[in-house]
């Protein structure tokens, strides 16, 4: 069935579909961005509870939940590595985790900043913005790994099973974080949660959730791009490419 | 043909490339001496051989059957005997022969370990503390296995380091016999084998920049 | 089966016991970061009532991380951990009774100490029956997640505090629900939902770590 996604193990393959792709994520993405963030900051009507200070839900709500579908689809990436031994696919694994990193620390600090005019404080331990926080701390951690070793491959497969751990113990995490909280927070209502949401809200809000996620997309593929360069500098083919981009007939 | 055959190995570390479409064969009653300049893939190669490591591409077959499905069986005719060991310093020499031989299946005799420790020059240290034994002596008890266990085929990376020319001599003698038995065996050394060791093939590997 | 308890199990009890100063030193670590709470927070007993189970925990989960590493450092290292892996027996089983020897020889020492805790913290009876159901559910579980990441970390030069980074965020729902269940104690309170939810992720831990470490040995091995 994903006989299509075969030739894209080898690096070359994948080097050109991310030179294609690119241009398709990243223009249709910073419209969106930018179209769904001036919609929402500037033209979405006021909340009726919070005033204009909801507004920051344009940024928070597409950072959170994409920071979780990057998390998701490295440890997609990771399975695919270890299981079919693309190196491709390790290779796209570390090309999303900073991004998915600061997309979360995006997420943390929104959240964050949503909570001073909503509870007076920087810092709250709400359970999302927990849950947010460690799902940082993966993040940090399945790159730490991949750098602390010299053979990259050997760094993507371990790398790789940490974000395969990652994943697997995320659903745990939320829920005993949420559960934690109504522990100690008793019965606060957040604001965060899903309210009835006007259309005249929604639409910017949908807007910039799919730019943000073209942009993500179009930024991973740059990194990949560089990580495959990286990797395979020595083989002909990036000679090639690297002297025309030079323009002469040297190789580099 | 029967024995460990190597088709068409390509070894990839650290993104370089060591060797491409390796192929050979290592036929009971054989002695492959495997040659080649430091970082030229000597010791990558004999790891992939054992299965502690996987090649990039390629297969290895075991009397025309491919490894991976005869894994236990190979392991079973295997002694590897690497840079490293596999001796724990804490452990006294007899201890560490007991329980290797408890872990690969093999008869342990208290007897028959202390002869072939007298052998190989170790009498009166087989019950201290293996971190007390001097590099050449921990050598010694690391090749002890190849007296302990049958099995047919031997890949020893490096084996006569920091051996004395008695080592050297006695394990080229019992590598002999092992060859004349049957046996295979596949070995990389920095001084050239002697005569000693028998007929040998040479195998040699290029560096590749 | 044999094998394994000739080869590896009775190998392990007896390095265990030849290095029986390194094993008491995370024993050690654990009291006295214990001690650190009420010197640092104040001696109240109301307060270390209060924070005793989280303290016992946090203390349990930093201590357990600084003796994991050697369930697989020495073997990779002087390459017994080669010599196991082409031994013929399945790795994860090798790994499995590693794991349990590693755990009888840490949890034993922590179980006898257990009472000199709860009185520094100041823990009611309840509390202490809770703490020690906890503990024995759970440091299993700490253990055998742990070991998948020694596995991965134990050939580099300096693992330590990565390690730590990969695993606390990993141990964190077991904190919760641990500490849950003394606190629940306390107030007389149920628990058993909260053991519950540990023995659940024990099982699931049981059932798949060892393969995991498996496999985290042989990409160390490379």
């Known amino acids: 069935m994903w006989k299509w996604l075969h030739p894209y193990a080898k690096p070359e393959r994948a080097y050109q579909l991310c030179v294609t792709l690119q241009p398709y994520f990243l223009w249709p993405g910073i419209l969106c961005l930018i179209a769904g963030s001036i919609w929402g900051l500037a033209f979405a009507p006021q909340d009726y509870q919070q005033g204009d200070s909801f507004r920051i839900i344009y940024i928070h709500v597409p950072s959170a939940i994409l920071s979780m579908s990057t998390y998701v689809a490295m440890a997609v990436a990771a399975l695919v590595g270890i299981v079919w031994q693309w190196r491709t696919a390790f290779m796209a694994m570390i090309a999303m985790a900073p991004v998915g990193a600061v997309v979360t620390f995006i997420a943390l600090f929104t959240g964050a900043a949503w909570g001073k005019p909503m509870w007076g404080t920087w810092w709250v331990w709400d359970a999302r913005l927990t849950s947010e926080l460690i799902l940082l701390f993966l993040y940090l951690g399945v790159i730490a790994l991949y750098g602390a070793f010299e053979d990259k491959q050997q760094a993507g497969k371990a790398a790789g099973v940490m974000a395969l751990v990652g994943v697997v113990n995320v659903p745990i995490i939320h829920y005993s974080v949420e559960w934690w909280n109504t522990l100690h927070q008793g019965a606060t209502i957040s604001k965060f949660d899903k309210p009835s949401i006007a259309p005249e809200m929604l639409w910017p809000l949908l807007i910039a959730l799919l730019g943000l996620a073209l942009f993500i997309a179009a930024v991973t593929v740059m990194r990949m791009k560089n990580e495959i360069i990286r990797r395979e500098y020595h083989r002909p083919w990036v000679k090639d490419l690297a002297a025309r981009a030079l323009g002469d007939d040297h190789a580099v | ?209 | 089966m044999n094998t394994l308890i000739n080869g590896i199990f009775k190998r392990d009890m007896a390095l265990a016991f030849r290095q029986r100063s390194e094993l008491a030193q995370p024993l050690m670590f654990l009291l006295m970061v214990i001690t650190l709470f009420p010197l640092g927070i104040g001696p109240g007993p109301v307060t270390l009532q209060k924070i005793g189970p989280g303290v016992i925990w946090i203390a349990a989960i930093l201590s357990s991380l600084l003796a994991m590493e050697r369930l697989f450092r020495d073997d990779f290292w002087d390459g017994s951990l080669e010599q196991y892996m082409l031994s013929g027996q399945s790795v994860a089983a090798i790994a499995a009774v590693k794991v349990l020897v590693h755990w009888l020889v840490s949890f034993l020492p922590l179980a006898l100490f257990s009472p000199l805790l709860a009185l520094f913290l100041n823990l009611t009876v309840d509390m202490y029956i809770a703490l020690m159901l906890t503990l024995v559910l759970g440091t299993p579980l700490l253990s055998l997640v742990g070991a998948i990441a020694v596995g991965l970390t134990v050939g580099l030069q300096r693992g330590g505090v990565l390690l730590a980074l990969l695993l606390i965020p990993v141990f964190i729902p077991l904190l919760i629900f641990a500490t849950s269940a003394v606190d629940s104690a306390a107030l007389q309170l149920p628990y058993r939902a909260q053991l519950a939810i540990i023995g659940a992720m024990l099982m699931l831990a049981m059932a798949s770590a060892p393969f995991a470490i498996a496999y985290a040995l042989k990409v160390s091995q490379n």
């Not at chain 2, 050979?24 to 002695?31: A, I, R, V």
């Not at chain 2, 049957?182 to 060791?197: E, R, V």
């Open chain 2, 1 to 209: 043909m029967a024995g460990l055959a190597a088709d068409n190995l390509t070894c990839i570390k650290r993104d370089r490339v060591l060797f491409t479409d390796l192929s050979f064969c290592l036929s009971p009653g054989q002695l492959i001496y495997l040659r080649g300049p430091n970082g030229a893939g000597k010791t990558s190669l004999l790891r992939i051989l054992t299965g502690l490591s996987a090649p990039e591409s390629g297969q290895l077959l075991l009397n025309e059957e491919p490894l991976d499905k005869v894994r236990d069986r190979f392991n079973q005719q295997l002694i590897y005997v690497g840079h490293k060991a596999g001796i724990n310093g804490a452990l006294t020499a007899m201890e560490n022969l007991r329980f290797w031989c408890a872990q690969h299946s093999t008869d342990f005799i208290a007897q028959q370990a202390y002869d072939v420790l007298a052998r190989l020059g170790l009498v009166g240290l087989e019950d201290v503390p293996v971190r007390m034994l001097s590099a050449g002596q921990q050598r010694r008890v690391a090749l002890s296995r190849l007296w302990l266990k049958q099995a047919t085929y031997w890949i020893l990376d490096e084996p006569f380091t920091a051996l004395d020319t008695d080592g050297i001599e006695l394990l080229e003698t019992h590598m002999r016999e092992h060859v004349a038995n049957q046996g295979a065996i596949i070995t990389t050394s920095h001084q050239p084998l002697s005569k000693q060791a028998g007929p040998f093939t040479e195998l040699m590997l290029e560096y590749r920049l």
